[in-house]
């Protein structure tokens, strides 16, 4: 049924930038929060970022607020999280997530790691 897909996690250097992209299949998202959530080893899961498919209403959370925007191109049926300014600390596995706002479904994707390098 859903599937979301997410790609371009990989290695950057501290202060670079990466674009990852989350492709979403199986139905409308319209009535859908689509988020972005990080762990790294050790730590609990955390919010990153959030959007409603309609509307375009977004959050994020204080540790990437101004480094990191997230969007969506409904042509495409696709979240992006730009990141920016990269840090050691953002190292992890980003996962995509759709949210169901009437019922409270969560639906994931299976991950992209994103290693930052000094």
């Known amino acids: 049924q859903v599937q979301l897909v997410e790609s371009g996690g990989g290695l950057v250097e501290a202060g670079g930038s990466l674009r990852l992209s989350c492709t979403a299949s199986g139905r409308s998202f319209s009535a859908y929060a689509m988020g972005w959530f990080r762990q790294a080893p050790g730590k609990e899961r955390e919010f990153v970022a959030r959007?409603?498919?309609?509307?375009?209403?977004?959050e994020y959370s204080d540790s990437v607020k101004g480094r990191f925007t997230i969007s969506r191109e409904n042509v495409k049926n696709t979240v992006y999280l730009q990141m920016n300014s990269l840090k050691h600390e953002d190292t992890a596995l980003y996962y995509c997530?759709?949210?169901?706002?009437?019922?409270?479904?969560?639906?994931w994707g299976q991950g992209t790691q994103v290693t930052v390098s000094s």
């Open positions: 959007i409603r498919w309609s509307g375009g209403n977004v």
């Open positions: 997530s759709a949210h169901a706002l009437a019922y409270g479904t969560h639906y």
